[in-house]
């Protein structure tokens, strides 16, 4: 399972991205971030469903 993630770390991670990121690409980049975390946590759970399958 992912780990929870409080509004702190949120706070920290959007500022390091602040001072990386110009803000007028910030927008762009967030959205690719949110695209990768989808297809990561997809990827994840198809892994544990067939992981679930094959138990026996």
Known sequence: MLPDI???EI????AVAVL???PEELPTVM???GVLTAHVR???SGMWAGW???RF
């Open 6 to 8: 409080g509004l702190g």
């Open 20 to 22: 990386v990121v110009k």
């Open 11 to 14: 706070l920290v991670v959007l």
């Open 31 to 33: 959205h690719k971030l």
């Open 52 to 54: 679930r399958e094959k």
């Open 42 to 44: 997809q990827f994840v």
